[in-house]
């Protein structure tokens, strides 16, 4: 299925599209995150996680200058300056609404089975609710 996304910058569409794909050219797991800045940045696996980690902090300075660091990653990767400040806005706007994979799956499967439950076992489903 191809990425159905807003352009992030022109420059860079084409090397996001394999780590959006999954996900149809949407920022949703902070696992994309860790790998744009791996792939983009030149991040290391534990660079990544603080990279990660640093974006989603409420503290102002400390975000400012992550994203200073990993716009200067790009830039050294070879990507224009636009296209890294574009990219940095990008992730810091979309890290706030991401969620982890595994949480995100784990609460998937619960919904899922609760919903099976419910629809093919009402009467059970009901006696349990009430009896918790």
Known sequence: ???ESLSVHP???RDLAPIL???RGLLVYQEQAMQVARSFAGMSYDEAELC???MM???????VNRLREFAAG???SGYS?????????WISEGLFHATCKAHATSCALITY??????AHFPVEFDEARRAQ
């Open 57 to 63: 902090s409420t503290l102002e300075h400390v975000r």
């Open 74 to 76: 790009v830039e050294a």
């Open 21 to 23: 794909e999954e996900t």
């Open 81 to 89: 300056k636009e296209a890294a400040e574009a990219l940095s806005e």
């Open 52 to 54: 990660r980690r640093d």
């Open 113 to 118: 089975w609760g919903a099976y439950l419910k």
């Open 11 to 13: 420059e860079l569409d």
């Open 1 to 3: 299925m191809p990425v």
